[in-house]
Every structure is written in C-alpha cells, then in structure tokens.
C-alpha cells in the first residue's frame, strides 16, 4: 500500500519536492518526468494537477495527501482535513489600485479578482458594499482598462503590480503552502501517513 500525493503543479511542485529532498526522500523519479502526471515511488504515487484540483482529489479520496496553497482553501473550503502549514509558498492576499493622489473615491467601488468568496467575506467584515467582477487570467489589467476600480490578488513580491502602476493599498491576509489530507485516509492508512507528517513538520506542530 502506497501514500498517494497530489501536488500543485508549477512552483508549488517545485518548491514541495525541494523541501521533500531536505527530509532525505528520493526525488529522482519526479525530477525528469517530462509531461507525466502520475509518478510512483518506492513508497508513494504522486500526481500533478492544479491546486483546485488537487483539493477536490483529496477530497473525493483519490489522494491521500494535498500540496497546495491557502488560497484555494480559503476560496473554495473543501471538505478536507488541513494538516499543518508548510516553510514554502508564502505569500499574501493584498487590496491593490492604482495610485490617485487628489482623487475621490467612489462610494461603491468595483472589485476584480479570481477569488470572489475571498473578497466578499473581506469587505463584509470591513462593512464596505462592493461590486465584484470575477475574472481567471491576469487582474492587474482591470483597473487599467476601466474595468475595476481596485483588485484582490495573491502578491509575493508586488513586481507585477509595481509594473502596471499599482500599489498596495491593504494586505488582507498572509498565506502559505498547507498540507492537506482525506479524512478516511487519515485512519485507513495512519500507520504509513504519520511518519511522513512527522518527518514533514515537527510532532509538536501538528494540529
């Protein structure tokens, strides 16, 4: 019987199987897989897909355990066990506009983002009424086209904010790589699952 794992592809994957050397696992295997989306391992089988998916193959059983980042936990909340943050991938999600010196703000601000649930609940709690405007590919052209008066996105660095004219005017929430994991698989394999999440994060910081 094998742990299965899915992992977030691109720099989450990347960051994850560099961490995962650290601890002494043999990552060989994965490092020239070329466009394969499942590996096996002496020990495990990991598969490649998009952090949303990756939640909902966790969730369904499909995976024993998640690599992904908060912000898919945050957006979506799928019913998945949320084992520990992990030392990688950390990030914030962050208000950002273009920067008006003298201008009034508008009374109901129009907000783009990929991440709707997010940004509602944010805004609720700062008792502000907003129009939001969901989109998938790059928000930062919003506010730029007239689209959106401000965005909600991940941001790292602010490089591509900085670059297109925008600041941060609000963090709203520091996030980073989780550890997640299918709640029966937590007790059908807790024999071969425990010792992976203990050489993952120390036994104290399990929660």
């Known amino acids: 019987m094998k742990i299965c ?5 691109g720099r989450l994957e990347e960051q994850f199987l560099n961490y995962f050397r650290t601890l002494s696992y043999n990552i060989d295997p994965l ?14 089988q990991f598969i490649f897909a998009k952090g949303v998916d990756v939640a909902t ?20 909340q799928p019913d998945v066990y949320n ?12 208000l950002a506009e273009q920067e008006k010196k003298g201008v009034k703000r508008k009374q109901k601000r129009t ?18 009424s907003v129009d939001i405007v969901k989109l998938e590919g790059s928000v930062e052209l919003a506010p730029l086209l007239g689209l959106a008066d401000a965005i909600v996105d991940i941001v790292e660095t602010g490089t591509t904010l900085r670059e297109n004219g925008l600041i941060v005017t609000e963090d ?3 996030i980073s790589a989780r550890c997640i ?14 010792p992976l999440i203990e050489a993952i994060v120390p036994k104290e910081e399990i929660r």
């Open 111 to 128: 907000i783009a983002t990929k991440y709707p649930n997010v940004t509602t609940d944010f805004f609720r709690k700062k008792g502000e």
């Open 57 to 76: 193959y966790v969730e369904h059983g499909i995976a024993d355990i998640g690599i992904i980042g908060e912000d898919i936990l945050l957006e979506y």
């Open 83 to 94: 084992l520990l943050p992990l030392p990688f991938g950390k990030c914030r999600f962050s």
């Open 172 to 174: 709203i929430h520091w």
């Open 31 to 44: 490092v020239n897989k070329g466009r394969k989306l499942s590996v096996e391992t002496e020990n495990f």
């Open 181 to 194: 994991a299918n709640r029966s698989s937590l007790k059908i394999k807790r024999e071969l699952i425990t």
């Open 5 to 9: 794992i899915a992992l977030t592809k």
